[in-house]
């Protein structure tokens, strides 16, 4: 992220871009400030935007091929067209010669190394890997919002904004504005402030719904899944999430068996670094045989359901009761 802030900074940019990796808000924020800072604003005459697979590779050369009208670059823009994975060869080979006035970025979920397209993109231009960021970065990126702001919150704070809104940054940017317009003549934001204003994700209400089960408080169990149902989430969904956890759990607890450490059972998973602790954490409630007890239990309650055995409230609530008592 250094090296994209210094060619925004100093105007001196590479002709190709690559911004890739799980991290949406970055990515976005990247492409919009790149966009703006390579075309005089409202040039809409030497824009050009492709979404989505699919992309018509002759289309993309013939207008490649044409002078920027009155400026001095011509930029295409794609996003998530997979043409890292599949159908980028010829693009590939159309890089090595492209004009010097016409200026590509690219932004993808995920690419492939080996891919033709991704080692000319790496010869001729620039490539910038945007994966989620760790605790400590989201917690100096809060900081920073919060200061800018003119206000303070302690470190404890962040920490408990952090387990309540979840780490994808582009909620918590929105969650950050709400709570600064709440506290907007006061200069210090506290935990009742976030609770105030604050909405909880779903995933956290979930696990803390697996915390209480371990914990074997039942009505707090019980409760916390009786507001779902009050926020209209249907109860099929709400055990889909609570097996999901379940099986998340059983794969973070092997892995941990296998001595991976946080970062390697984070990329293992597919998880958050940040989620990954937690998990880590939650995994001690719990033996690997009653994990795999709950997942055996769940398809027994799915299939009764279906078949109209068991109502699908009710399976929730059986499964909630048996598991925390």
Not at 158 to 163: D, E, I, S, W
Not at 238 to 260: A, N, T
Request: aromatic share 12%; with cysteine.
């Amino acid at each position: 992220m250094k090296s994209l802030n210094e060619d925004l900074k100093t105007g001196q940019f590479s002709q190709i871009y690559l911004l890739y990796g799980e991290e949406n808000y970055l990515k976005k924020q990247y492409k919009e400030r790149f966009v703006k800072a390579m075309l005089p604003q409202g040039d809409t005459m030497n824009y050009a935007y492709y979404e989505g697979k699919g992309v018509e590779i002759r289309e993309v050369i013939d207008l490649a091929e044409t002078l920027p009208f009155f400026a001095e670059r011509r930029l295409i823009v794609f996003e998530n067209t997979g043409l890292f994975k599949s159908s980028g060869a010829d693009l590939a080979e159309y890089i090595k010669t492209m004009p010097e006035t016409t200026y590509f970025i690219f932004v993808e979920e995920e690419v492939d190394k080996r891919s033709k397209l991704y080692k000319a993109v790496k010869a001729k231009g620039h490539i910038v890997e945007l994966p989620f960021q760790d605790e400590s970065t989201l917690k100096r990126w809060i900081l920073g919002n919060v200061r800018r702001e003119g206000k303070q919150i302690s470190d404890a704070s962040v920490g408990y904004f952090l387990g309540k809104v979840g780490t994808d940054m582009q909620n918590i940017q929105g969650e950050l504005e709400k709570l600064f317009c709440y506290t907007l003549h006061r200069d210090v934001i506290t935990p009742e402030d976030i609770d105030a204003v604050c909405i909880n994700q779903i995933g956290n209400h979930i696990f803390e719904m697996v915390n209480a089960v371990a914990e074997k408080k039942q009505r707090k169990a019980l409760d916390l899944y009786y507001e779902l149902l009050a926020l209209k989430e249907p109860p099929m969904r709400i055990l889909f999430l609570l097996v999901r956890q379940y099986r998340i759990l059983f794969h973070v607890q092997s892995l941990q068996k296998k001595g991976y450490g946080k970062k390697e059972i984070a990329a293992k998973a597919g998880l958050h670094p940040f989620a990954a602790g937690k998990y880590m954490e939650q995994t001690r409630y719990f033996k690997s045989e009653e994990l795999r007890a709950v997942l055996e239990e769940s398809a027994d309650l799915e299939e009764r359901v279906k078949t109209g055995r068991l109502t699908d409230t009710l399976a929730v609530e059986l499964f909630l009761v048996k598991y925390s008592s």
